[in-house]
């Protein structure tokens, strides 16, 4: 009876050091495939950055990616992805929030692109979409060569290109640009 312990007492050893071992490996395994290319991640960021002492943009977002030190084409790069919040700042007031799949902000330049799923609403109402989107910080512009919706109060603009100067208030569309509007008339039914 006392060896037929021992034998149970090892042989339950042996499978909790089995299993903890494969647990293990396998986790350590699952974070090497996560961010190959990244010296950082970080869950759960918030991205703050300030134009002359007023603040530009607040973004937070599900992760944040920092490239490693040996990728030099990608050293001044900042990865958000997934975003959940996003506001732009003109004038110390909130003038546009934003959604979008992934943001690559450029340190250096503080330029930033919007990728994936874009909406940019503005304040007072208008929702502008598309798949691309480039922020030039030094003119404080926005600029797509993508093809753009914007949804206004009485209608609908689609463009081939846009480019958006932020303080001016000021939209440029080119490229077959249509507008559908919704009209209303006097002897109508509708309000």
Known sequence: MKKIKIILAILF????????????????????????????????????????????????????????DEDKKKETEVILKDIQKGELFNKGEVEYTLDAEEIVYFKGSKDIKLKGNIRLDKVDGEEIRTEKLDWLDK???????????????????????????????????????EMEFELKGVGSDED
Do not use: C, H
Not at 16 to 23: D, I, K, N
Not at 141 to 152: G, I, Q
């Open 139 to 177: 003119r404080k512009e926005f600029v797509t060569d993508n093809d753009v919706k914007v949804t206004l109060d009485d209608g609908e603009l689609f463009a081939k290109k846009m480019r958006m100067d932020v303080e001016n208030d000021i939209i440029d569309f080119s490229g077959n640009v």
């Open 13 to 68: 050893i042996s499978l909790t050091f089995a299993s903890l071992s494969f647990f293990y490996s396998n986790e350590s395994q699952e974070e090497d495939d996560t961010s190959p290319n990244y010296q950082y991640q970080i869950d759960s960021p918030r991205v703050i950055t300030y134009n002359n002492g007023d603040k530009r943009w607040d973004i937070t977002a599900n992760q944040i990616l920092i490239p490693k």
